[in-house]
């Protein structure tokens, strides 16, 4: 069983940066895809990002393209996801997600595993 906990969220203006971070536990991090979801209220869970499980390759929504950065580190088990020109249409709970069966987790449908998210606020 893996246990997911997301940190950084907060918040922050318009064009501001935040550093969200998920930090893994009970699994062998680096068998795992990552990826990160979000939820803004009132929508459904929508993809965001999400990295290999080597951190070699990355796919991103359009949304947030050139603008996010996924990352991870396998030896501290966490998965990253940088946000720079953040804008007020970025805000909502992200969540970080885990599956061992696909390369990539780039549907809710795929994931096994969910962190209990964190709330990201874009102010203008």
């Known amino acids: 069983q893996v246990q997911l906990v997301e940190s950084g969220g907060g918040l922050v203006q318009a064009g501001g940066s935040l550093r969200l971070s998920c930090a893994a536990s009970g699994g062998t991090f680096s068998g795992y895809a990552m990826g990160w979801f979000r939820q803004a209220p009132g929508k459904e869970r929508e993809f965001v990002a999400t990295?290999?499980?080597?951190?070699?390759?990355?796919v991103y929504a359009n949304s947030v393209k050139g603008r996010f950065t996924i990352s991870r580190d396998n030896a501290k088990n966490t998965v990253y996801l940088q946000m720079n020109s953040l804008y007020i249409e970025d805000t909502a709970v992200y969540y970080c997600?885990?599956?061992?069966?696909?390369?990539?987790?780039?549907?809710?449908?795929?994931?096994?595993?969910w962190g209990q998210g964190t709330q990201v606020t874009v102010s203008s």
């Open positions: 997600a885990a599956t061992n069966r696909v390369a990539f987790v780039t549907s809710a449908k795929d994931s096994d595993y």
């Open positions: 990295i290999n499980r080597s951190g070699t390759s990355t």
